[in-house]
């Protein structure tokens, strides 16, 4: 599915929630952009041999691959496309922003961390976010 200039929904998936049974993906909503996104403060916080990036890297990339086969709007963004940005929540203004969301969905996160970070995120007035359950 090509990309649309405009969503009522942006919905984040991590790379380590790569999950084709998890509700959302149980039918294609046009109105839904999924963002699968490499970003480098992910990736570098802590150490990670470089095998196991490649291999998250690839997974990411396969699981978007999966998704627009099946009718899902995705947006898949490798560290080159997100570079400009310092982390998530970064990322995650300019998207909403960009495609006019009216809502910002992310699934829980597993990792203390990055969970602080999404649960506190600061949208422009107007932008609901939810959290759902990885299920």
Do not use: N
């Not at 991590?14 to 996104?37: K, T």
């Not at 490798?78 to 699934?107: N, S």
């Not at 999404?118 to 939810?130: F, H």
């Amino acid at each position: 599915m090509p990309i649309k200039k405009r969503y009522k929904t942006l919905r984040l998936v991590l790379g380590d929630q790569l999950d084709i049974q998890h509700s959302w993906f149980a039918q294609a909503d046009a109105s839904a952009l999924i963002v699968i996104a490499e970003v480098s403060s992910e990736a570098t916080y802590v150490k990670h041999h470089i095998q196991k990036l490649c291999a998250f890297f690839a997974a990411m990339q396969a699981f978007a691959a999966e998704l627009k086969a099946s009718g899902h709007h995705v947006l898949h963004l490798t560290l080159d496309d997100t570079a400009q940005f310092d982390d998530f929540p970064a990322l995650l203004v300019h998207l909403c922003q960009k495609y006019g969301v009216e809502r910002l969905c992310y699934q829980r996160a597993d990792e203390y961390r990055l969970q602080q970070q999404l649960s506190g995120l600061k949208l422009p007035q107007g932008i609901a976010v939810a959290e759902s359950d990885t299920e």
